[in-house]
């Protein structure tokens, strides 16, 4: 009997503490980005369908990047260097494809950090698991030559997406309704 309740006991421990890691990135966003993340579904199907209207070479990629399919993050590493790229659908443009720049994973013991570090616009910021094929971004856009500030600090900088696992060596990040410019940002990443 001592043995049955302490293995239950164990399971309950076990299973409040991951309750409370699901929980803690639900306390880190702000009301705003809960509310983006609400929305990422219909965001961007909109996003993607007015798209379809840039320019052809841009659309085959955009197509490209978001039909792969998600793939588990369990036996994937994200540290490293990687070359990543923006992609901008919908909004004050149809659809914009950058060129790549360099991005860079940390782990800190706490878990993954991205940092972009070339190129104008950038951004720095962590990921949470939100299931085994996604997980969330918080981070903070900056501009190059500025100290990024935390996320939370406001919807000027705050930035909020889905990342997807989507090969053996690389992986995206989907923004919805970001601040500026586009209605669906998609970084994406290579080795």
């Known amino acids: 009997m001592f ?3 302490l293995i239950l006991a164990t399971i309950l421990a076990a299973s409040s503490s991951a309750a409370h890691a699901d929980g803690a990135v639900q306390k880190l966003m ?3 980005d809960k509310a983006r993340l609400e929305r990422y579904d219909a965001t961007r199907k909109e996003a993607l369908q007015e798209a379809k209207t840039g320019l052809a070479r841009e659309v085959a990629i955009l197509d490209e990047v978001v039909a792969k399919q998600p793939m588990s993050f369990s036996d994937f590493d994200m540290t490293g260097n990687w070359q990543c ?7 004050l443009g149809s659809l ?3 060129d790549w720049f360099k991005c860079k994973v940390t782990d800190d013991g706490s878990g993954w950090m991205l940092e972009k570090i070339s190129g104008s616009q950038r951004t720095k910021g962590r990921f949470y698991t939100d299931s085994d094929v996604r997980l ?3 981070g903070s856009g900056y ?4 100290k990024p500030k ?4 406001g919807p000027a900088t705050d ?8 090969g053996p060596a690389s992986w995206r990040i989907e923004f919805p309704a970001p601040e500026y410019e586009s209605k669906l940002d998609i970084i994406e990443f290579r080795r």
Do not use: D, H, W
């Not at 790229?85 to 909004?91: D, L």
């Not at 501009?143 to 500025?146: A, K, L, N």
């Not at 935390?150 to 600090?153: F, M, R, S």
């Open 96 to 98: 914009v494809v950058y």
């Open 3 to 5: 043995f049955r309740n």
């Open 136 to 138: 969330i971004y918080l």
């Open 85 to 91: 790229r923006t992609i901008k659908a919908g909004g």
């Open 143 to 146: 501009v190059s030559g500025e």
């Open 150 to 153: 935390a996320y939370g600090k």
């Open 159 to 166: 930035q909020i997406g889905y990342a997807f696992r989507s």
């Open 30 to 32: 702000t009301p705003p």
